[in-house]
């Protein structure tokens, strides 16, 4: 099962202080992700729970060229949650 407190169909995500902007949303190859932390640990799953990517956040872009089109769920640091798809 996913733990997901959050879910938006919106691409910002917001906690008590910080806001996530994921986008372009659909996307094709190139995910970008802004308002993350050096170090933190990001996670792409699929719908059916599955960890399809597993990153520590070093830089905005995140690479998603590899996935199969379809919708996403990305988790950060286990706390916050959003979706996206992959066309």
């Not at 190139?30 to 990001?42: E, F, K, S, Y």
């Amino acid at each position: 099962s996913i733990n997901c407190p959050l879910l938006t169909s919106s691409n910002e995500i917001k906690n008590d202080t910080e806001v996530l902007n994921v986008f372009p949303n659909p996307a094709t190859d190139q995910l970008t992700i802004q308002g993350l932390n050096v170090n933190d640990r990001v996670q792409i799953m699929s719908v059916q729970g599955q960890v399809v990517k597993d990153f520590i956040y070093t830089n905005n872009l995140f690479s998603i060229s590899d996935l199969n089109g379809g919708i996403y769920f990305i988790s950060v640091n286990a706390l916050q949650n959003s979706k996206f798809i992959k066309e």
